[in-house]
């Protein structure tokens, strides 16, 4: 899976965080401002090799005040 795909899946842009071309590491936010449902605004962090997503890790520690 490409970054665009990811991002495309995920419904949201992804943010770049650090990496060369091919080998970045981007964290997408979702997107819940105003959801009565969801008070969580974790972020995913992604981890992409040759272009290829290869590893994920949720931030589960960024709860909002």
């Known amino acids: 899976m490409s970054a665009g795909q990811a991002s ?4 949201v842009p992804l943010n770049y965080v ?4 091919g080998n970045e590491l981007f ?5 819940v401002r105003g959801s009565v ?11 992409f090799g ?9 931030d589960w520690g960024t709860l909002p005040q």
């Open 8 to 11: 495309r899946s995920l419904g």
């Open 50 to 58: 040759k272009g290829r997503l290869i590893a994920w890790k949720g």
């Open 18 to 21: 650090r990496g060369t071309p």
């Open 37 to 47: 449902l969801s008070r969580r605004s974790d972020g995913l962090y992604l981890q």
């Open 27 to 31: 964290v997408a936010l979702p997107n």
